[in-house]
């Protein structure tokens, strides 16, 4: 079910892949092999993108996928499972831009692949970088 998970999210088709996290979730699959999957569909997607086959909007609408399929999963993943974490990252937009979905993927692949992630949000003044980076120690 995994394939199917990761070429349906690729497709971009909505619907279909979060029924597919539905029932893998119903199932009790491990919810980070979802989010892994989701990772590898953003991965295609990016790929796509890449060579001219996906535009701006289907990023867009992937970064609504992946989203929307962080929020079904997260619920699920046990806060007793203590996850190794590779190091710790700040991110956020700077000031005057209000623009997420690439802040959003990011901070997804980031999650996902080991590190904590401390997201500040958008339109983040520098201020509130410095005062995140001395409260914890994060050097990225």
Do not use: C
Request: net charge negative.
């Amino acid at each position: 079910m995994a394939a199917d998970l990761v070429s349906t999210a690729a497709d971009l088709k909505e619907k279909e892949a979060l029924e597919i996290v539905q029932e893998r979730l119903g199932a009790g699959d491990d919810p980070l092999g979802i989010l892994d999957d989701a990772r590898q569909a953003m991965e295609i997607v990016g790929k796509r993108f890449e060579n001219s086959e996906y535009f701006i909007p289907d990023l867009v609408y992937s970064g609504e996928i992946l989203k929307e399929i962080t929020n079904m999963v997260q619920p699920k993943i046990a806060k007793a499972t203590e996850v190794k974490r590779l190091g710790k990252v700040i991110i956020g937009t700077v000031a005057g831009d209000i623009h997420d979905i690439g802040k959003d993927i990011v901070t997804f692949m980031l999650d996902v692949s080991g590190f904590e992630v401390y997201d500040l949000g958008i339109d983040v003044p520098a201020q509130k970088f410095v005062d995140k980076i001395r409260e914890t120690n994060t050097g990225i």
